[in-house]
């Protein structure tokens, strides 16, 4: 038995967190909510690279690489998962090739770049310009299963769009028509 992933792609602070929490109470059956932050967050801090070196990049890769396999063996085991990531493009290929046993619903969260703007400001808890660094490459491949945007939707909003997405037979489709 496989396990369904509700996989949330979009610039940082786009609401992919509040979109997940809110899913967590509106899916049916249990879903674990495994955000790329959380894997980043159990890094030791001793023994990691410092930001911004070539070597740091590579921890960042394995670690990303790492949180695409942990998704698929949480699918594989049967269990519903929620992903919170900012794709880049060989993100996208290996997720394309990790996942390609699961069913993947592909959700693009989109929020206009001011408003990512703002909100990150707002945080305070992101380097500056972050969302706008990721905005053009984040949904640069342009395939989802369904999209929302926060500047418009609130997360129960989206969430509720999501679970209504999911109860529909024959969903998800983006993950198998960007891998032909």
């Given at each position: 038995?496989?396990?369904?992933?509700v996989f949330l792609?979009?610039?940082?602070?786009?609401?992919?967190s509040s979109i997940a929490a809110e899913l967590?109470?509106?899916l049916p059956g249990p879903y674990f909510y495994l955000p790329r932050d959380a894997i980043n967050s159990m890094r030791s801090r001793t023994r990691t690279p410092q930001f911004g070196t070539p070597e740091f990049g590579e921890v960042f890769e394995r670690t990303v690489r790492g949180y695409h396999r942990a998704l698929a063996g949480l699918a594989?085991?049967?269990?519903?998962?929620?992903?919170?990531?900012?794709?880049?493009?060989?993100?996208l290929a290996d997720c394309?090739?990790?996942l390609r046993e699961q069913e993947v619903t592909f959700v693009g969260v989109h929020c206009p770049l001011p408003e990512l703007r703002r909100r990150e400001q707002a945080r305070?808890?992101?380097?500056?310009?972050?969302?706008e660094r990721q905005y053009p490459i984040v949904h640069a491949h342009g395939v989802y299963d369904l999209e929302c945007d926060t500047s418009v939707h609130?997360?129960?909003?989206?969430?509720?769009?999501?679970?209504?997405?999911?109860?529909?037979?024959g969903r998800s489709q983006a993950f198998q028509?960007?891998?032909?």
């Amino acid at each position: 038995m496989s396990g369904h992933i509700v996989f949330l792609n979009g610039a940082s602070s786009s609401g992919k967190s509040s979109i997940a929490a809110e899913l967590l109470d509106s899916l049916p059956g249990p879903y674990f909510y495994l955000p790329r932050d959380a894997i980043n967050s159990m890094r030791s801090r001793t023994r990691t690279p410092q930001f911004g070196t070539p070597e740091f990049g590579e921890v960042f890769e394995r670690t990303v690489r790492g949180y695409h396999r942990a998704l698929a063996g949480l699918a594989a085991a049967g269990n519903g998962v929620i992903a919170d990531h900012v794709l880049r493009p060989h993100w996208l290929a290996d997720c394309l090739e990790v996942l390609r046993e699961q069913e993947v619903t592909f959700v693009g969260v989109h929020c206009p770049l001011p408003e990512l703007r703002r909100r990150e400001q707002a945080r305070g808890d992101r380097p500056a310009g972050l969302a706008e660094r990721q905005y053009p490459i984040v949904h640069a491949h342009g395939v989802y299963d369904l999209e929302c945007d926060t500047s418009v939707h609130s997360p129960k909003e989206c969430a509720q769009i999501i679970a209504e997405f999911i109860a529909k037979p024959g969903r998800s489709q983006a993950f198998q028509r960007l891998t032909h």
